[in-house]
Each structure stands twice: as C-alpha cells, then as structure tokens.
C-alpha cells in the first residue's frame, strides 16, 4: 500500500471519528481517502478552508473526547501551530501527520527532515512540547497510529508523526491493525458539563506550568523509543532516523561488513531524544555521526547534546546533511569515508 | 417586596434606574465591595414588570412573580 | 401578571465586565432561551477571544476558548462529533469578522448547523478599542484617532445580510440591547436561530449591535442612546433569512 494511504487506514481502524485539514502535497493522500472512508465508518471528515480551521476543527472534536487527526506538509504544519499550542493549553490530544517536504517558506516537493527542530521544540507560541514519533517505514507508521492515540491521551498532549515525502509517496506491503472500537475520553463534552473546567482568566498559569513540566519529565523518563544496532564497541556510531534512518542501517550493515565498527541508534521518538540509547555506547566511540535529509543541520544538535552529557564533551559530532531525499547507502559510506580521512570536520 | 437584589453585584450603571417606568430605582449611599452605590428599589413605587431584570447586565435582579 | 424572572442557574455568576457593557444581557437572554427550549443542559460553548473571554468564569457549562477568530472553526468540530449537543459561537465583531472572517464566512457557507452569536460593539473593546470592521465611518478608536477614513480602511461590514444573501444557511438576525422592547425582541432571534439548530435547519446567526461605554468614551445611557440614533440606520434590526418551517 501507499504510505499515506496506510497511514489513514490505520487511523480508521485506530477509531479516529473526526478529520479536518487542507490539502497539501506530499501529504494530500490521507485526506483524499478519508473523505469516503470516514463516511463509511460513521465518522466525520471536514475539508477546511484553511490548515488554521483545519486544526481548529480538530480542536473542536478533541474537546468532545473523540480521536481525531489532521495532516499536512511544512508550510501547513506552520499554519497548523496556533492549534496545535492551543490543544497543549487545554491539554487535549490530537494526532498531527507532517508529511515532511523541503524547504522555507513555500519550499519544494522533496522528501525531507527539514522540520525537526520545529516539531521537537513544540513549535508554536509557548512552553510545551509535542511528542514526536517518526517511522522509518510504512508498517512501523500503521502500528504507530495506535500508539500515538494511547500516548497522546495516557499524557493529554498532541502528537506528532513526522513521516517525509518518501514514506507518504512510497508503496510497501503492510498489514493493517485489528479495529478498535471509537472511544470516548472523560473528559469529553456531552453539553451536561459533566467534566468541569475553569475559564481562562481563573487559571493559575504558574502552577499549570509548573504541573505540565512534570508531566513533560514523566515523557521523558518514561516514552523513549529507539532502535540501536552494534554501538556497544562502535567505534563511530550514526544517529538517523526516518527513511534515512533505514538507507543509514544499511549502510552501518555493509560498513561491517567491510571491518569498520560502526553502530546506529535511530530515533523513533524524537520527543522526547532517546537519551538513553546514548548509555549503551561504547564509551571509547570515537565520534558521533548524524545522516539528515536537510542543509542546517538539526539532529546534530540533539545528538551532541547528549553525547557530550551522557558519555564525553570530547567525543566530536559530525552531521551529514544532506539536504532533502533520501541519502543513499553510497553516499553515506563516501561521506564517512570523508570523515576518517579528516575532510569532514566535526560541528560539536 | 416584588424583586430580590443582589447589591454586590451592582455596578451602578444607571441602565435600570433610566428604564424604570415607576421610577422606583435609586442608590444606596454606601459602597459595596466593588465600590459602586448599589441600587435600591423603593417597594411602595415598584410594580414588579421585570424591566429592571431585563435591562440589567449583571444579574442583580430576581423579580419573584408575585 | 407579574411573571417570575431569575437570571439562569448556568449564568448566574458575577462577570468583570464593565458597567453598562451588554455582554451580561445578551448571554442572560441565549441562556434564557436555552432554559425555555429545554437545552440548559445540553449546551456547548466555544468562546470567542476579546470580551466574551470574560463568559470562561461566567458560564457554569460547556466551554471552550478558541483560538482568536477561530470558533467557526472549533463549532464545526464540536457540531460533527456532537450533533445532539447544542453549539452556540459567543464571539465579538473584531473576532468573528476581522480575524475571523475565514472561519465564520466558511461555516456558514457550509451551512453547518451551528449558532453563532457575534456581539458588535464597533471596536475590539477587549484590546482597549481599536477599530473594527464594523466600526462607523467618522468614529474615533484608539486606531483611528482622528475618525475613521473608509476611503482607506473599507467601510463598516454587515455580516448577517452577507451570509443571508450569499449563502444557504437557516437563519440571520441582527438585534441589539438599547431597550427592553429591543432586548425582547432579540430574545426572539436568539430563540429563533436555536431552534433552527435543534431543528437540523442549518447555520443560524444572530448580531447584536452592543453598547461598549468605555471606549466610546460614553456614559452607559448615551452608549444605548448611540445604538438608537447611530448604529441601527446602518446596522438595521430584524431578520435576513428567515427560518422556512419544516414539516414535522
């Protein structure tokens, strides 16, 4: 199946009932097959006029206790923030796709990671964080879809699932999840005010924040999901995650196979960092190495931080940007070949 | 007596007092907490018609219907 | 005939807004309504931001802030998962027509079935009373300090009669608060535009031209006098769409 045709089934047999959102390519697909499929399941599907109604709708449906999902790309993601701080104030779920595409502003067409340090830093207005799940393959995204609703409610925070343009275009066989009956949270309205809130301007913002940050440092105990493959005695260790993450799992495989110890640790959570992953590295590494499908950089920054706070501030973190589709296993191979020949310096 | 008033909740906006067809509404010369002059309604003017209820936006006024 | 008349129980709350301002009547009438139709507990608010904030410590039901302009929005979420529930948009003129013109113009264009009330003071009072698109031609606001120019600012918005005219949706009114014969008879849009919704008729909308003393730096008794004399040749009362009786 289609990636975002997968993803959207799955979200279906999640118990999703309510669907808004605009369309944008590479992410338009999800929609397109709501339209008819949510109809058929007794659930809702609104085309907004805008990704800031979209988002709001899903505000809407979430505050009545019900699953709901809208997606979308970079530029409507953007637009998608105002909604999505405000589901963070009310501490309401929602599951948030960003089919990830390239570049600033309106950007381009092109699969890619270019929108982690937005999505991993909340990303609209405010003091909150999302968490953030991001497959590296169509079947890992359909049994995540699940997982992001149980985690969204078990912590009432919006999730994010940032595939790229790769997954959402690409076909895979997939096996689909069982149904799940649609629920209905607590705390849902039912027009009897049988869930009591305060309005806005009785709240105590302090204690609130103080409240929603240790909620945040449970996550991070507690949510950390990641894949790793030999970084006990790597010598160099890759971080990737996404599509890259799997051409970077190959290219750990082949390296090895040629007699360079070299290990991966792939994000699956990029909210909260798996930090701890960084514990089972061998403690002489002697470099870090991130493989991105963006130009700046940005998992770099993750990665240093924690290599630098778990193991050594010694230890240098390279980035290989490579700026949007997806970095074949050739490349990454030249690239670190390029960083043992010293061509390639470390950013951190 | 033919309304209940709420004088906390006065915010002495004058709308009722303008409205009143008897005239029946005046103000205290004290202050409640707010520190408005909440109103006072003369019973021997008052007919109970409920303007001063309709007119009110704070809900001070309980006409009893009686 | 004196008739019992008691602010209902799901508003009956002191609220901070400040004297004379109409916002305290116009929610006492929906609820009013709400209570008459048998909907009091059956009722969801999602709240505008600006003044209607206020109604967050006001209402003891459903509620929810939305996002500025943005109700339309939240409604038609709420409405779709919720359809037995009554929705009912609480927002002011800056919210639904200025930032909030896309979402309210769509939900009526979709003909959600959904109650918007919309309070036009002619300002955003809650900000300290800029213009508006609805504020009148000539009049002073802390953004329009020698009157308002529509040669370069567009001229005052009618929204009831654009939705009305533009689009299939149930019913539109505009009423307003100036006097108890004027807040009677917007006690019949407001229960009117419900009772479209519980009758599956489609969107319902209801403005009300509203007094805002403070920043029409006016005393309440002039403001209510300023709706008669100024705002109602302009912004006129009663019923742009009405409701076509459906067959029970």
Redesign the interface.
């Known amino acids: 199946m289609k990636g975002n045709i997968a993803i959207a089934e799955a979200a279906v047999r999640a118990g999703v009932r309510l669907y808004a959102g605009y369309p944008i390519t590479p992410s338009s697909e999800i929609m397109e097959y709501l339209s008819w499929r949510l109809p058929e399941v007794g659930g809702a599907f609104v085309q907004a006029e805008s990704e800031l109604a979209g988002i709001n709708t899903v505000y809407g449906g979430s505050s009545c206790g019900v699953r709901v999902l809208t997606a979308s790309s970079g530029p409507g993601i953007s637009l998608k923030q105002e909604g999505i701080s405000v589901l963070s104030d009310e501490e309401l779920p929602a599951l948030v796709i960003n089919v990830v595409r390239y570049g600033n502003g309106l950007g381009t067409l092109f699969s890619s990671q270019c929108d982690y340090l937005r999505e991993t830093r909340g990303g609209g207005n405010g003091d909150y964080r999302c968490i953030v799940l991001c497959p590296s393959s169509i079947q890992e995204a359909v049994d995540m879809v699940s997982t992001a609703y149980e985690l969204g409610e078990k912590y009432r925070v919006v999730v994010v699932m940032m595939t790229e343009g790769a997954l959402g275009q690409m076909m895979e066989p997939v096996t689909l999840p069982d149904f799940q009956e649609p629920k209905r949270n607590y705390w849902g309205f039912d027009g009897k005010y049988s869930y009591k809130k305060i309005g806005i301007f009785d709240r105590d913002s302090k204690k609130e924040a103080v409240e929603l940050n240790k909620k945040y440092a449970e996550i991070k105990a507690n949510e950390q999901r990641w894949e790793e493959e030999g970084i006990e005695d790597a010598d160099y260790v890759f971080v990737a995650y996404g599509v890259p993450g799997r051409s970077t799992l190959g290219a750990i495989r082949e390296l090895r196979a040629e007699g360079h110890k070299v290990g991966l640790i792939r994000p699956i959570t990029a909210w909260p960092f798996p930090e701890k992953a960084f514990e089972h590295i061998n403690k002489n590494v002697k470099g870090i190495i991130t493989v991105e499908a963006n130009a700046t950089g940005q998992l770099v920054d993750d990665a240093a931080l924690f290599t630098k706070k778990v193991l050594r501030a010694d230890i240098p973190v390279y980035a290989l940007p490579f700026v949007y589709g997806v970095p074949p296993i050739r490349e990454i191979k030249a690239k670190f070949a390029q960083i043992l020949a010293g061509e390639i310096k470390e950013v951190y | 007596m033919k309304v209940l008033v709420k004088p906390e909740r006065c915010k002495e906006c004058g709308l009722c007092d303008a409205f009143c067809p008897k005239k029946a509404i005046s103000h205290a010369d004290h202050t409640n907490l707010a520190g408005y002059h909440p109103i006072v309604i003369d019973d021997e003017k008052c007919i109970g018609c409920g303007i001063c209820y309709t007119t009110c936006p704070d809900g001070v006024f309980h006409v009893l219907g009686k | 005939m ?6 209902p129980a799901i ?15 116009i929610i ?1 009438l929906i609820c009013e309504c709400l209570e008459e139709l048998g909907q009091n ?4 608010f ?1 709240i505008g931001v600006s003044c209607s ?15 500025h302009g ?1 109700a ?11 359809p ?3 929705i009912i948009t609480y927002q002011g003129d800056g919210d639904a027509y200025n930032i909030g013109i ?2 309210s ?2 939900a009526a264009y979709r003909n959600e079935n959904i109650t918007v009330i919309t309070v036009n003071n002619t300002n955003f009072g809650m900000t300290g009373g800029q213009m508006s698109v609805t504020t009148m031609e000539g009049q002073k606001t802390s953004t329009s300090t020698h009157g308002r120019d529509c040669s370069i600012t567009g001229f005052p918005m009618r929204f009831p009669e654009l939705v009305a005219s533009q689009f299939h949706i149930a019913y539109a009114a505009r009423g307003t ?1 100036s ?2 014969a004027h ?2 008879q917007l006690k019949g849009y407001i229960k009117n535009a419900i009772e479209a919704q519980m009758n599956k008729e489609g969107y319902s909308v209801v403005e009300v031209l509203s007094p805002c ?1 403070i920043n029409w730096n006016l ?3 002039k403001a ?1 006098e300023r709706i008669d004399n100024e705002l109602i040749s302009y912004f006129p009362l009663g019923e742009f769409k009405q409701r076509s009786v459906k067959e029970a």
């Open positions: 004196a008739v019992e008349r008691k602010v508003i009956d709350n002191p609220m901070s807004f400040c004297p004379g301002c109409g916002h305290g009547i006492r507990q059956n009722i969801i999602p904030s206020n109604l967050g410590g006001g209402l003891v039901t459903d509620r929810l802030h939305c996002p943005r339309g929005a939240v409604a038609t979420g709420m409405k779709r998962v919720n037995d529930n009554i896309a979402e113009i769509n608060v006097s108890p807040i009677n003393p005393t309440p008794i209510m």
